[in-house]
């Protein structure tokens, strides 16, 4: 249901043989995949026993989903000594600029991120949450955990068991991760959503090592690949977030400075620490 909804919204420009050819070859590669999700199988009760034990672990706390974007150049880290944090992709990076480490981190994207700096987020030891289909790669540490996506936008609040709704974007996750772990107040910030590039929603593009689309320099090496956001999807599956925490009485805003996303309520991210402000 949730992808018929997502298809009456695509505009019929967006609607190519190409990226109906691709949406059908996922679904038949994801046959054994959720196959082995659902199985008992030894490595799947462990993993699944491994997310089950992060529900309401932060029951009525609040925490701060960290994208990745430049207007990250504006935040004071040192303000988040003392909150639960959610990091995205390459946030990691930040230990070398200012000793920041978040709680957690989430990344799903294969193809730009998990494979391409596979060796970074293999030697994470804080608790991570990748995607399921790259499990056989990694080494299975007790603070690796592998969830599966749904194929459809669908915001879940299992993800032991229902996998995660997919957004085209791991911010998606993390909200349903940060709604999983039972925080009641939710902060968004690096969420900048705005890429500099006129190529199309999903085109491949090379990178020359240059661009200025992350809160550092050279995130992606010469040569490397990243895709061109798909700016429509990832706002459909936000509102459905928006939605979820909304219904259940809790609190997600935006505090990402000077963030082009206007799904959620904007707020000031400095205002969130007034004990913090000098005088």
């Known amino acids: 249901m949730g992808n018929i909804k997502r298809l009456l919204t695509l505009k019929p420009e967006d609607i190519t043989l190409s990226r109906i050819s691709k949406a059908v070859l996922r679904r038949i590669k994801d046959i054994p995949e959720k196959f082995a999700w659902y199985m008992p199988l030894p490595f799947t009760v462990k993993n699944r026993k491994g997310i089950e034990q992060y529900r309401d672990i932060h029951k009525g706390k609040r925490c701060f989903l960290i994208a990745n974007g430049p207007s990250l150049k504006h935040i004071d880290f040192s303000l988040l000594n003392d909150e639960y944090t959610i990091g995205l992709n390459r946030i990691y990076m930040m230990k070398d600029q200012n000793g920041f480490m978040?709680?957690?981190?989430?990344?799903?994207?294969?193809?730009?991120?998990?494979?391409?700096?596979?060796?970074?987020?293999?030697?994470?030891?804080?608790?991570?949450?990748?995607?399921?289909?790259?499990?056989?790669?990694?080494?299975?540490?007790?603070?690796?955990?592998?969830?599966?996506?749904?194929?459809?936008?669908?915001?879940?609040?299992?993800?032991?068991?229902?996998?995660?709704?997919?957004?085209?974007?791991?911010t998606y996750l993390a909200m349903q991760l940060a709604y999983y772990m039972g925080f009641t107040e939710v902060y968004l910030i690096g969420k900048d959503h705005s890429y500099n590039t006129a190529e199309k929603t999903g085109a491949s593009i090379k990178s020359d090592g240059k661009e200025d689309n992350h809160f550092i320099k050279g995130y992606y090496k010469p040569g490397m690949q990243w895709f061109a956001p798909d700016y429509e999807t990832e706002e459909y599956a936000y509102k459905l977030a928006r939605n979820a925490f909304e219904k259940d009485g809790r609190i997600f805003k935006?505090?990402?400075?000077?963030?082009?996303?206007?799904?959620?309520?904007?707020?000031?991210?400095?205002?969130?620490?007034?004990?913090?402000q000098t005088k």
Request: charged share 30%; net charge negative.
């Open 102 to 170: 978040p709680n957690y981190l989430a990344c799903v994207d294969m193809d730009a991120q998990l494979l391409q700096f596979f060796d970074d987020y293999n030697n994470l030891n804080i608790p991570t949450f990748y995607n399921w289909e790259i499990r056989k790669k990694f080494r299975k540490s007790d603070n690796q955990h592998f969830v599966k996506d749904k194929l459809k936008p669908d915001f879940s609040t299992d993800l032991a068991r229902e996998g995660y709704g997919t957004g085209r974007s791991v």
């Open 254 to 276: 935006d505090a990402t400075v000077n963030g082009k996303l206007q799904v959620f309520e904007k707020i000031d991210f400095n205002s969130l620490f007034p004990e913090k």
